[in-house]
């Protein structure tokens, strides 16, 4: 969906206004963001306090959202809206034992992400012991030009897309090592294309590393990409190279395998 | 929040009732009703069809739905509803390490619930290996009568509230050993109170045990159930009393512990 199309839909008579805004205001939270005063949530979507205020006393009064001195913050019940799709969708699930057999060998952690917009989107995780980051859960965004997964989804658009893409990135320097120029970017992502995975080496943030392949579907078009995310101190680039890109690409076939067998049952 | 102060706010000027809606349609969507027309939407929802129709288009040109020929579904961006909750909310993160730590020494899952209306809603869990089943993955729901979770979060209400519930549940018989009695239901979550724990054989599914005992906060205080189920053909019941029982215990006294000391802490 374009800017355009979805400006021209809402001049329709179709669209909803308060549900549009009452969605902006469920993501306005955030880690960082917990927990919202009216004004907070005011600021965050830019709606006008009175409409963030009947939006919250709504999700209130509908469970969502529970308030105290005047702060709001989400309840559990705000789940069951991912929980929608998660359940509506076994794609993801069919990749977790793979995944985990991923995160057996190599002891690292291992994650699926679609494009969604600028952003890449974790669909799916399977982490190793030793981290657990809730950033990086299933639900969550990280910028697509600085991740390797990004890098990946993006280098298997279609030329115009692609540029549509780098042109509406906000390219913002997370280190002293993240892409902030549309050329650079082409160029590392015709590479990703041409080697078939992507690298990303401390691009997002310090002592993060990672590789991710495509997964694709049974017509060969890329419909997510995975990865395996490595402290930088204690696995090399090489050894990212050599030794787990050729596990990942395996679990990746994999993955690309049981989709194709699933869509062509007439059981699903 | 009662029937009666929602239906009170309801005829307020705060109500939002297109927001209302467009979340009832969302999850509306579930593993069986994955794919759905404006006619399923309005039949699943009991919203007309014009009404239905137009919170549809609305989600697709969010990004929240998708259509192909008349059929909606669910896009991953919904994950983001949810994880706004997960993001800002790090008490069950905090629980994972404790849970990994239960499923290491027990070779089981472990799952942690609210009570979130009639139903528990699980918050977290950590999978053994063998076990792949979205059907329980975070966000989920089942009844709290018929599930140990439930009978330990049932339990440990006020007596008004405990009342209110067992008033409310839908006694559904799920297999030959559900419980679908009021007066045998508020016996046994007596006994469930005064043991400290609950455990549920097969009254659910079929195959299916599980134990579970309190979470609890810093004032003791239930505020979460956390569990350990497994298949009754391989897991007496016995075995999940004697052997199991004292490590979930000891899992949930630690992460009732982590909680306390979060919250405790000026920093959080």
Redesign the interface.
């Known amino acids: ?1 374009s800017t355009k ?2 400006d021209n ?2 001049n329709s008579g ?10 902006q205001v ?6 960082k ?3 919202l005063s009216v004004t907070d949530v005011s600021k965050l979507t830019g709606l006008s306090r009175p409409v963030a ?3 919250l ?8 959202a529970e308030s105290e001195n005047g702060i709001f ?18 794609t993801w ?1 069919m990749a ?2 793979f995944m ?1 057999d991923f995160v057996a060998k190599t002891g690292e952690s291992c994650s699926i992400s ?1 494009l ?2 600028t952003d890449i ?3 799916a995780r399977v982490s190793a ?1 030793r981290i ?1 980051s ?2 990086l ?5 990280l910028p697509a030009y600085a991740t390797s997964m990004g890098h990946v989804l993006l280098a298997n658009l279609p030329e115009e897309e692609l540029e549509a893409h780098l042109d509406s990135f906000q390219y913002e320097q997370f280190t002293d090592k993240t892409i902030t120029s549309k050329e650079e970017l082409r160029d590392v992502l015709k590479d990703v294309y041409d080697k078939g995975w992507g690298g990303v080496d401390q691009q997002f943030e310090e002592g993060l590393r990672s590789i991710a392949v495509p997964i694709r579907d049974a017509q060969g078009k890329t419909i997510a990409a995975i990865n395996c995310s490595v402290h930088a101190g204690r696995i090399s680039k090489q050894m990212l190279r050599d030794e787990f890109l050729p596990v990942l690409r395996e679990c990746s076939n994999n993955i690309s395998q049981a989709i194709a067998s699933a869509n062509s049952s007439p059981h699903l």
């Open positions: 969906m199309e979805l839909f809402k179709d669209y909803i206004q308060s549900l549009d805004r009452g969605l469920i993501q306005a939270f955030s880690e963001n917990h927990a205020r009947r939006i006393l709504t999700l209130q009064h509908l469970g969502f913050r989400l309840t559990a019940r705000a789940l069951s809206l991912g929980y929608a799709y998660l359940a509506s969708n076994n699930s977790h034992p985990r679609i969604d917009g989107l974790y669909v012991k657990m809730i950033n859960d299933v639900g969550s965004r």
